[in-house]
C-alpha cells in the first residue's frame, strides 16, 4: 500500500505540472494526433508510463483491458499497436522535454547560498526489453546528470544494461569544473575517480562502502586502523563523528585522502531505509557488500571539502 501511495503521489505531481489541455497540445506539435480520436494522448500517456506499477511489461491485450477499465475506451489490439509508432515516441519525448522545462519554474538554490559554481547529480536507471536478434541489447540503461542551480539537464548517456556506473563517471570526468559539487550514489565510487575531481579543484560528497577501510596516524605518527561503524554504535540518534581528512583503502595506488564523518541513523531515517532495502530485495536481490552495510544502523561519507555545514 506505501508503495502504491507513493506510485500515485509520482503520478499526481506530473499531472500538476502539465495539465490534459498543454499534453493535448503537445500531441498535435508531435503529431501523434491531428484530432482528438478514440485514445486520447493521456490516455497514451498514462498506459506507457503512469497506469500502474507494470508498466512495460504488459502485452497489448492487458492494456487495452487497462483502458477499458481505466477510461471505458473499447480498443483493439491492432489499433492500439498502430499507436506505438515513431509519431507515439516523438509525443512522448516531447512530454519528457516540456516537464524538464517545466522544473526551472520551481524554486531552486541561489549560488549565492553555497560555496559551489554548480551542483551536479548523476544517477542512472536500466531496464531490459525482450530481445530479438543477438546483435541488439537485451535493454539499456540511462545515466543522467541534472544541475540543481539552473535546473537544467547536462547530460544524458546510454549504455548497455549490465554496463558499470564508472563508465559513465569516466566519460564525464573531462566536464569536471573547478569548483563544482559532484554528487552521487555508491556505484560510482572510485578512489581514483576522486583523485580527478580533487585534481580539477572540484568537490564530492558520497557514501562510503561498507567494506572500506580506514587509517589514521597516531602520536608518534604510526599508522592505525579505526572503524567508524563500529564508533557510530557509540552514537546518540543523529549524532554525527568527524574524523577529519584520513587516509581510505587498503595499500599502494588504490588508497586516496578524504574526510570522513559518520552519523547514527535517527529511528526515521532507519525506517527509510529499511523500506529501501526491503524494495531493493523484492526487486532482485542486494549484493554481498551491501549486505553487510544493512547490519549497521549508520551511515558513513566521505568528501573533499575543508568547509563545515
Not at 52 to 58: A, R
Not at 83 to 111: H, I, N, T, Y
Not at 186 to 207: M, N, Q, V
Not at 231 to 239: N, R, S, V, Y
Request: net charge neutral; charged share 30%; glycine share 6%.
Amino acid at each position: 500500500m506505501a508503495k502504491q501511495y507513493h506510485f500515485d503521489s509520482f503520478v499526481k505531481s506530473v499531472h500538476d505540472i502539465l495539465s490534459i489541455s498543454e499534453l493535448r497540445n503537445v500531441a498535435r506539435e508531435s503529431g501523434f494526433v491531428q484530432r482528438l480520436k478514440k485514445i486520447m494522448p493521456e490516455d497514451f500517456l498514462s498506459i506507457c508510463a503512469f497506469l500502474h506499477e507494470k508498466v512495460g511489461t504488459e502485452g497489448l491485450g492487458q492494456l487495452c483491458a487497462s483502458l477499458s477499465r481505466e477510461s471505458e475506451i473499447s480498443i483493439s489490439k491492432q489499433a492500439l499497436h498502430q499507436r506505438l509508432d515513431e509519431k507515439g515516441v516523438a509525443f512522448l519525448k516531447q512530454v519528457f522535454m516540456r516537464l524538464a522545462e517545466k522544473q526551472q519554474m520551481l524554486s531552486l538554490p541561489s549560488p549565492s547560498d553555497y560555496p559551489f559554481s554548480r551542483i551536479r547529480i548523476l544517477d542512472g536507471t536500466s531496464f531490459q526489453v525482450k530481445k530479438n536478434t543477438a546483435s541488439y541489447w537485451d535493454g539499456v540503461k540511462i545515466q543522467l546528470e541534472y544541475e540543481l542551480y539552473q535546473g537544467n539537464f547536462l547530460h544524458t548517456l546510454f549504455y548497455g544494461p549490465r554496463d558499470s556506473d564508472h563508465d559513465a563517471a569516466e566519460e564525464l570526468a573531462d566536464t569536471i569544473g573547478e569548483e563544482d559539487l559532484i554528487l552521487r550514489d555508491l556505484g560510482y565510487f572510485s578512489g581514483d575517480h576522486f583523485k580527478k575531481i580533487d585534481r580539477a579543484g572540484a568537490y564530492y560528497i558520497t557514501r562510503v562502502p561498507a567494506n572500506m577501510t580506514y587509517w589514521t596516524l597516531d602520536d608518534k605518527q604510526r599508522r592505525i586502523q579505526i572503524k567508524p561503524e563500529e564508533d557510530a554504535m557509540h552514537l546518540a540518534p543523529g549524532e554525527i563523528q568527524d574524523y577529519g581528512f584520513i587516509q581510505l583503502g587498503v595499500k599502494g595506488k588504490n588508497t586516496f585522502h578524504a574526510r570522513v564523518v559518520v552519523q547514527r541513523l535517527t529511528e526515521e531515517q532507519q525506517k527509510q531505509r529499511d523500506t529501501y532495502l526491503k524494495e531493493r530485495r523484492r526487486k532482485g536481490g542486494a549484493y554481498p557488500i551491501r549486505q553487510q552495510e544493512e547490519s549497521y544502523p549508520n551511515s558513513c561519507y566521505q568528501y573533499n571539502t575543508r568547509r563545515n555545514g
